[in-house]
Every structure is written in C-alpha cells, then in structure tokens.
C-alpha cells in the first residue's frame, strides 16, 4: 500500500475542515453574507484598523471596502468611531449586536468540530492534537502562520 503525501494529505484535511466549518454556518440563516462575516471577524480582531487598512487585509480597492462597511453599518452591525488620537481618522468598530453574531458562529463551527472529533477513536484525537500543536510552533517559528490565517480570514477560534 503506497503511503500518502503529507502536504496532500494536509491539504485535503484543510479543505475538508473548511467544508465542516462551512457547513455549520450554511445551514443557518444568517443575515450577512461570507464575506461580511470576514469582514466582522476580521473588525472584532483588529480595533484600531481603518477603511484602508480592512481594504489591504482584503486585497480590495478602499472603496470597495468602504462600500461593504456601508452595508454592515446600515444593518446595525459596525459603527464607525473617531480614532481618539486624530480625530481626521475613522475607526470601524464591530457592533455588539456583531460580536454576538460572531460568538454564535463560533459556537455552531465548534460544535460541527467537536461532532466530527466524537467520531475519531480517542487516540486518533491524542495524534491529532499533538501533530496540530506542533504544526502550529513550526508554523509560528517560519512566522508563516500569521499570515496564513489573516489571508484566509481564519479568526473563529
């Protein structure tokens, strides 16, 4: 039996745990779209960020993201503030009506998470962990996994 590819079987294991994260939210009615909900996780994680800088976390045009900032606004889940430091700044701030939703996605990608875990045998949860912990401080160490995960808006505990 030829052994498998570890990058390969990496990838697909991604691609399948964004497929269960997925899932949890899509059988859900939310009232934002995915990209929405990135940009909410992305203003929950980074308080002091502006139009511009949600615009280069994205890779959108500012306009662009100013006009998604417009819709999430007039639906009451960010705010935009006066950055206290220069008052010419605008801040975009997640509302808390947005942080509740954030918390409530959480919740059901945890549980779609835990549902799948619940299937493994025990010690194919043991392996697993201590292989995610050590990716993760390999990962840290290369200063790749920063990047990683706010290029895929990855921020949902």
């Given at each position: 039996?030829?052994?498998?590819?570890l990058?390969?079987?990496i990838?697909?294991?991604?691609?399948?745990?964004?497929?269960?994260?997925?899932?949890?939210?899509?059988?859900?009615?939310?009232?934002?779209?995915p990209?929405?909900?990135?940009?909410?996780?992305?203003?929950?994680?980074?308080?002091e960020?502006?139009?511009?800088?949600?615009?280069?976390?994205?890779?959108?045009?500012?306009?662009?993201?100013s006009?998604?900032c417009d819709?999430?606004?007039?639906?009451?889940?960010?705010?935009?503030?006066?950055d206290?430091?220069?008052?010419r700044?605008?801040?975009?701030?997640?509302?808390?009506?947005?942080?509740?939703?954030?918390a409530?996605v959480?919740?059901r990608?945890?549980?779609?998470?835990?549902?799948?875990?619940?299937?493994?045998?025990?010690?194919?949860r043991?392996?697993?962990?201590?292989?995610?912990?050590?990716?993760?401080?390999?990962?840290?160490?290369?200063?790749?996994?920063?990047?990683?995960?706010?290029?895929?808006?990855?921020?949902?505990?």
């Amino acid at each position: 039996m030829e052994r498998p590819d570890l990058t390969a079987a990496i990838d697909a294991a991604a691609e399948t745990l964004v497929g269960v994260l997925d899932s949890a939210v899509s059988r859900h009615r939310l009232s934002v779209s995915p990209t929405q909900l990135r940009v909410l996780s992305l203003l929950s994680l980074r308080p002091e960020i502006n139009v511009n800088g949600l615009a280069a976390l994205l890779d959108v045009v500012p306009s662009s993201a100013s006009r998604l900032c417009d819709r999430l606004e007039a639906i009451g889940l960010v705010r935009r503030t006066a950055d206290p430091r220069d008052r010419r700044e605008v801040r975009l701030v997640p509302t808390a009506a947005a942080e509740v939703l954030l918390a409530e996605v959480r919740s059901r990608r945890h549980d779609a998470v835990r549902a799948v875990l619940d299937r493994m045998p025990a010690r194919g949860r043991q392996d697993l962990l201590g292989a995610l912990v050590a990716f993760g401080q390999a990962a840290t160490i290369s200063g790749t996994a920063s990047a990683a995960a706010q290029s895929a808006g990855m921020h949902f505990d």
